[in-house]
């Protein structure tokens, strides 16, 4: 596995593994790798014949209030991680690498920007489609791999890629889970024992309303209701919404048609946590 610090030797790679007629898959991480992140090192591997993955935790996508100083950070162990699951090459660059002194240049989410987590922490999208875009741009990659845990993430970076024409194709993986249903996140690491098992009325919100879905309903008042129903079993998780959104534009829809997403994110203690389904 081949470690790059630049944007200029990423783009070189790149190159010349495209040019010897392979393909290009990237893994974009902020580190605190997890059973998640190498799903979809196993999606890109499967599809690809090479794969980057890029470990950067991304200022501008955090609030000023918010967890950027203790922000899971673990190099050592995310390189063996990638190594041995059989990463290529590892992009690990500097915040200055990757926002040169004076950088005034960024990617506005439009309106998506202001949905879901964009509602209460602003400016988040903006940072998250500015990063990716530049890592698309560095890397040249023929496929992204996303999770879709960050569902609302992964519709802001479809439209900023279709709407930027950067040519990469955008795989949204399932999302990845442990045994007792928690999806898997990097923050995951910050609750505590009684944190983590309140963290798990979240699941069962999503359970309940994929089971709804799945019986016929389609009344997304009566799905948030379910949801909300739920949720109210753990009064120490604080809702920060739960609504049912075309997964486009992230827009509130009334009756759920397939495709469509419920999305839910809480305060579990001091961390926010986010899950969803995609209702089929």
């Known amino acids: 596995m081949e470690i790059f610090r630049t944007v200029a030797e990423l783009r070189a790679w790149s190159r010349r593994e495209r040019n010897g007629g392979n393909t290009i898959g990237l893994v974009p991480t902020m580190g605190a790798l997890h059973a998640g992140h ?45 190594q041995a699951e059989g990463v290529h090459a590892l992009f690990a660059p500097s915040v200055e690498e990757m926002y040169p002194a004076g950088a005034a240049t960024f990617v506005e989410a439009g309106d998506l920007g202001n949905r879901l987590d964009g509602a209460s922490r602003p400016g988040h999208f903006r940072g998250v489609a500015t990063v990716v875009a530049k890592l698309l741009i560095a890397a040249e990659p023929d496929r992204a791999f996303f999770g879709q845990k960050d569902a609302a993430q992964v519709a802001v970076i479809r439209r900023m890629a279709r709407d930027l024409r950067l040519g990469a194709e955008i795989v949204v993986c399932p999302t990845m889970r442990d045994a007792d249903g928690l999806a898997l996140s990097s923050r995951n690491a910050y609750l505590s024992v009684e944190e983590r098992a309140q963290a798990l009325v979240l699941a069962r919100a999503v359970r309940r309303v994929e089971a709804l879905a799945a019986s016929g309903e389609r009344r997304t008042g009566v799905l948030v209701a379910a949801a909300r129903e739920v949720l109210a079993a753990e009064p120490a998780v604080r809702v920060e919404y739960a609504t049912v959104v075309d997964w486009a534009t992230l827009a509130p829809v009334e009756t759920a048609t397939p495709g469509t997403l419920f999305a839910v994110a809480a305060w579990v203690g001091g961390t926010r946590l986010i899950d969803n389904a995609v209702l089929e």
């Open 38 to 82: 190498v799903s979809l090192i196993h999606a890109s591997r499967a599809s690809c014949g090479f794969t980057a993955l890029s470990l950067f935790v991304n200022p501008t996508q955090f609030g000023p209030k918010e967890d950027f100083a203790r922000y899971p950070r673990a190099f050592e162990a995310d390189c063996g991680l990638a």
